[in-house]
């Protein structure tokens, strides 16, 4: 696919391809190399963590609930890290294809994310009467994800309504 192209499956979900250079909702707020540093270090921990609680025979529950979280950490600095220096990046119409190493659009650990889950599940136009907001058009649920997401975010809400209780000790 072409960059901001989308297939649409339904009135609600879009398969729609984006590249997010930054973090969580493409923001941007520290250097690229530290928030990849940053990432690398999250998932070595999770995954010394999990190591851990296999060793203790924690339930399995919330060993899934960390694996989740670790597998999209992991599918995130795979995309983050490789993306950028095996692929080219073409002006859209035009679709990325591979390279060969090291001549891709940027350098090792400075990638950006693929997302391409786009859930716009209501849309409307506020009435132009609205303060602030009056003519403008407004999409609910507009972040435009991946599977690496999802599973983090199901991990952390399965952590928080399953296993809260560990975080109050």
Not at 118 to 131: E, G, I, K, R
Not at 145 to 156: K, Q, T, Y
């Amino acid at each position: 696919m072409a960059l901001h192209e989308s297939i649409r499956v339904t009135d609600w979900f879009y398969i729609l391809f984006t590249e997010n250079r930054g973090m969580a909702f493409g923001m941007e707020l520290v250097d690229k190399y530290l928030l990849t540093g940053f990432r690398v270090v999250a998932a070595c921990w999770l995954a010394w963590y999990m190591w851990r609680l296999i060793k203790r025979n924690e339930r399995i529950g919330y060993l899934v609930c960390i694996a989740l979280i670790t597998a999209g950490a992991l599918g995130n600095i795979i995309d983050c890290v490789f993306y950028g220096v095996i692929f080219n990046a073409p002006d859209p119409p035009a679709v990325a294809h591979f390279t060969s190493w090291g001549f891709g659009y940027d350098v090792l650990f400075r990638g950006r994310v693929v997302d391409m889950l786009y859930f716009p599940l209501v849309s409307w136009n506020w009435s132009s009467w609205m303060p602030l907001v009056g003519g403008e058009h407004f999409v609910f649920f507009s972040p435009i994800f991946n599977l690496a997401d999802s599973a983090i975010s199901c991990g952390v809400v399965a952590l928080i309504l399953f296993y809260h209780e560990r975080f109050q000790r």
